[in-house]
Nanobody
Framework: HVQLVESGGGSVQAGGSLRLSCTTSGNRRRSSNCMGWFRQVPGKEREGVAVIYTGGGVPDYADSVKGRFTLSYDKSKNTVYLQMNNLTPEDTAMYYC????????????????WGQGTQVTVS
């Protein structure tokens, strides 16, 4: 079983920045080969923001965040980071960290493990 602990959400003005962190614990071997961030607003489906293969590789980003968000993985800390710059009100959502044994689903929210979510509000 994999546990995901998220941090870093909050409120920021448009044009500002936030960094989200997600650390895995538990039986994470092979269960979290793919990690990423998804977001959801009330009444809408959960959408992929950015995902990465933790064994190395280039992250995959949603078109809406390309050039503004950067996803990275620190193997020594089992932590994935989402640096969000130039935030807009459209980025307001609950952000969820997710992990899966593979990245076959990419940005589709078909992941085995999910964090509790952290709210990001941009005004």
């Amino acid at each position: 079983h994999v546990q995901l602990v998220e941090s870093g959400g909050g409120s920021v003005q448009a044009g500002g920045s936030l960094r989200l962190s997600c650390t895995t614990s538990g039986n994470r071997r092979r269960s979290s080969n793919c990690m990423g961030w998804f977001r959801q607003v009330p009444g809408k489906e959960r959408e992929g923001v950015a995902v990465i293969y933790t064994g190395g590789g280039v992250p995959d980003y949603a078109d809406s965040v390309k050039g503004r968000f950067t996803l990275s993985y620190d193997k020594s800390k089992n932590t994935v980071y989402l640096q969000m710059n130039n935030l807009t009100p459209e980025d307001t959502a609950m952000y969820y960290c997710a992990a899966h044994p593979s990245c076959i689903a990419s940005l589709a929210p078909r992941y085995n493990y999910w964090g509790q979510g952290t709210q990001v509000t941009v005004s």
